[in-house]
Nanobody
Framework: VQLQASGGGLVQPGGSLRLSCAASGFSLDYYPIGWFRQAPGKEREAVSCISSSDGRTYYADSVKGRFTISRDNAKNTAYLQMNSLKPEDTGVYYC?????????????????WGQGTLVTVSS
């Protein structure tokens, strides 16, 4: 089982990025997939999650209306479209697989994690 996050980079405030989370070793459509981020000196926090059963999506209040999570089961890949980026969105972004069958903000419920991709929002 592997998850590989990619798509990070340096972007100016107000800009956009799309992160990808490519899964291998399992079918993405059977598991909820979450995105998390960790800013320098801070704890890792939940950003968004998409459920496996009905595709329902969840967002942290800080990103609602700006970020959109999606999945392409045919490509076995999940995405996080990030618009109107702010400096406080800076951090390492991780995707992870929930192994409890539902989306949750508890990190310990996610067993498999991608390696992280760095997003820097700065002018």
């Amino acid at each position: 089982v592997q998850l590989q996050a990619s798509g990070g980079g340096l972007v100016q405030p107000g800009g956009s990025l799309r992160l990808s989370c490519a899964a291998s070793g399992f079918s993405l459509d059977y598991y909820p997939i979450g995105w998390f981020r960790q800013a320098p000196g801070k704890e890792r926090e939940a950003v968004s999650c998409i459920s496996s059963s009905d595709g329902r999506t969840y967002y942290a209040d800080s990103v609602k209306g700006r970020f959109t999570i999606s999945r392409d089961n045919a490509k076995n890949t999940a995405y996080l479209q990030m618009n109107s980026l702010k400096p406080e969105d800076t951090g390492v972004y991780y995707c992870a697989r929930s192994d409890v069958g539902y989306c949750t903000g508890y990190l310990e419920k996610y067993v498999y994690w991608g390696q992280g991709t760095l997003v820097t929002v700065s002018s």
